[in-house]
Antibody
């Protein structure tokens, strides 16, 4: 079945970096964008950015520019999100999600996240 | 950046009642790029609606989406016990940036 399996929980000190992985199975990894979304405890969803696994092209939310890097290894169908210069406010659950972009009509497309990983808890604490 | 404002913040209803959730955008959004998600405690979000009104695979027909421009609505026609959750709207805009609304919690009255 189609699924995204994320790496396990991480505990990091302020100033460190964290790299979360997201392994895809059940579909062609290079055919769908991967987006990263995070959620602090009791808070809403926050979009971090996208990556096209085929080209490696990325786009990041302005808030995370300069601190986040999204990469992939197509040979093992795995996407990665690395966040640097961690601070306590980065403590959150980090989700990867497959994004489907399909034609709605001649010049219109749908774009939505239809498969999600279970999330990776990242705790930043001294 | 387009801001999505969801209202109300919390909706207290009983099973069997109708739920109407609002998502208002700070500027016009293409309907094809408006989606709704459901999230239960301890779980990842689940896609409910895409293209403002198309139900995702396996989503019951008591869920419906509507709207255009800056005003979008998610309606749950008759609440089932498993529908009590938090609902988020999301838009995909220019420069391929995504934004989420702040969420509406549907709780049991």
């Amino acid at each position: 079945q189609v699924q995204l399996v994320q790496s396990g929980a991480e505990v990091k000190k302020p100033g460190a970096s964290v790299k979360v992985s997201c392994k895809a199975s059940g579909y062609t990894f290079t055919s769908y964008d991967i987006n990263w979304v995070r959620q602090a405890t009791g808070q809403g969803l926050e979009w971090m950015g996208w990556m096209n696994p085929n080209s490696g092209n990325t786009g990041y939310a302005q808030k995370f520019q300069g601190r986040v890097t999204m990469t992939r290894n197509t040979s093992i169908s795995t996407a990665y999100m690395e966040l640097s210069s961690l601070r306590s406010e980065d403590t959150a659950v980090y989700y990867c999600a497959r994004a489907t972009r399909i034609a709605a009509s001649l010049h219109l497309y749908y774009y939505y996240m239809d498969v999600w990983g279970k999330g990776t808890t990242v705790t930043v604490s001294s | 950046e387009i801001v999505l404002t969801q209202s109300p913040g919390t909706l207290s209803l009983s099973p069997g009642e109708r739920a109407t959730l609002s998502c208002r955008a700070s500027q016009s959004v293409s309907s094809s790029y408006l989606a709704w998600y459901q999230q239960k405690p301890g779980q990842a979000p689940r896609l409910l609606i895409y293209g403002a009104s198309s139900r995702a695979t396996g989503i019951p027909d008591r869920f419906s989406g509507s709207g255009s421009g800056t005003d979008f609505t998610l309606t749950i026609s008759r609440l089932e016990p498993e529908d009590f959750a938090v609902y988020y709207c999301q838009q995909y805009g220019s420069s391929r940036a995504l934004t989420f609304g702040g969420g509406t919690k549907v709780e049991i009255k």
